[in-house]
């Protein structure tokens, strides 16, 4: 299902998940069943996530048209109607626009789900991410240029729908305390400035790790980043991207090299000790690159 009207031919875009992306999700209480935690179908429980606004109205000021395409399985599973999720976007339309955020190109949404209750809806569609059905559809019908097109979401399902719909998969960007954008903001200001739409200066550094093998646990490099995410957040930097590499910690910042590698340096200090605790020796090498 689709709402939003033409747009002039061949714009970038932004694709955007909605839930836990651009408005609170799983941190609302569950709605009654068949609905589940995680379904939101109330509009009154409609609250957008910070910096949301300002990131969005960002990238429409910089030429991007921003469409949001979810899942919406609950429609399949008998949990809601397709007018109580519609009504829900409307609702986030509107909180937008009241947090000084711009007009939503389009908002696509799947009720589709193969193991639904509803007959009308319970079978897969090419429209639920991971399928790229939703992204297309607005290529369509909004005049969107994927090559130059972007996509953040909170979820692996929505990089995969960013990549199958054919958008290069650095530009498919995944949000969330553990991933390399802490949220929509964040990605929203990377966006910017790789496509040199933004003045702000930014900042990369590297941090490399005492052995080949260091970061090499999932729950070590978890760790990690969300130290990076939780160091920037307390020193009011903005953190742009914070990603592990083979052997080897990368962050780009809003600002200069002096409060990268103060942030840098905390991480270090942290997580070295964390490493301590659990019978472990140091994470990082001598200097940060």
């Not at 941190?27 to 179908?41: E, F, M, R, T």
């Not at 200069?256 to 090498?285: D, F």
């Amino acid at each position: 299902m689709s709402g939003g009207s033409y747009s002039q031919r061949m714009k970038p875009a932004v694709f955007f998940d909605r839930d836990d992306t651009l408005m609170e999700c799983n941190s609302l209480p569950a709605p009654p069943p068949p609905a589940k935690q995680g379904d939101v179908i109330d509009p009154k429980l409609v609250r957008v996530l910070p910096g949301v606004a300002a990131g969005l109205e960002s990238l429409a000021q910089a030429g991007f048209a921003l469409v949001v395409v979810s899942n919406q399985g609950v429609v399949a599973r008998g949990g809601g109607t397709c007018e109580q999720v519609e009504a829900v976007n409307d609702r986030l339309r509107e909180q937008i626009l009241l947090e000084g955020g711009p007009v939503l190109a389009g908002m696509y949404y799947c009720p589709f789900h193969p193991q639904g209750r509803v007959p009308e809806f319970a079978c897969e569609h090419e429209w639920r991410k991971p399928a790229p059905g939703m992204l297309l559809a607005a290529e369509r019908e909004l005049g969107i240029d994927l090559s130059r097109s972007w996509l953040v979401g909170d979820a692996t399902r929505d990089i995969e729908a960013g990549v199958n719909a054919g958008l290069a998969p650095e530009r498919c960007l995944l949000i969330g305390p553990e991933a390399p954008f802490a949220d929509a903001g964040a990605a929203a200001s990377w966006i910017l400035s790789q496509s040199g739409a933004t003045r702000t200066p930014s900042t990369t550094m590297s941090m490399v790790a005492a052995s080949p093998d260091g970061l090499s646990d999932p729950g070590v490099r978890a760790t990690v980043v969300a130290t990076a995410h939780g160091v920037a957040e307390r020193a009011g930097v903005r953190l742009l991207k914070a990603a592990i590499s083979p052997g080897m910690l990368e962050v780009t910042i809003e600002g200069g090299r002096l409060a990268c590698l103060g942030l840098l340096t905390e991480v270090r200090r942290i997580t070295n000790h964390w490493s301590g605790t659990r019978g472990g020796g140091p994470l990082w090498a001598g200097e940060e690159g």
